[in-house]
């Protein structure tokens, strides 16, 4: 299982985004899941990632660009009270301190 690295940065918009990052091959989910609970640092967190499916026309230009061997994931993290990444509305999540299920879930937005 080749490695994946962590680094802080900053999306298009200025948002904080963790950068998962693999230099040969493609993340899988699960391998994520295990490097960021081997971390500890970013575990007991929530976290999304959200990516775009381009569409193939086929076309073989000029400008095309040879794609790398490795693979590059935005994370971002969601935490309780945090605006969420997709929708902007605000997450409000308890666990039950004993067992850590979900007890409730509410939204500022009027939804459940």
């Given at each position: 299982?080749?490695k ?11 948002n904080?985004?963790?950068l998962?990052i ?11 899941q ?9 575990a ?11 569409e193939?026309s086929?076309y073989?230009?000029?400008f ?8 590059i994931?935005?994370?971002y993290r969601?935490?309780?009270f ?5 929708c ?9 301190p004993h ?12 939804k459940v």
């Amino acid at each position: 299982m080749a490695k994946i690295t962590f680094e802080h940065s900053k999306d298009l918009r200025g948002n904080d985004v963790l950068l998962a990052i693999k230099k040969r091959g493609k993340i899988s989910i699960t391998e994520l899941q295990e490097a960021m609970q081997v971390s500890r640092y970013y575990a007991g967190s929530g976290w999304a990632v959200l990516f775009k499916v381009f569409e193939d026309s086929g076309y073989s230009g000029w400008f095309d660009e040879e794609q790398g061997k490795g693979d590059i994931l935005e994370l971002y993290r969601i935490d309780d009270f945090e605006n969420c990444p997709v929708c902007a509305d605000t997450l409000v999540v308890n666990y039950c301190p004993h067992c850590g299920e979900r007890i409730k879930e509410a939204s500022t937005n009027g939804k459940v």
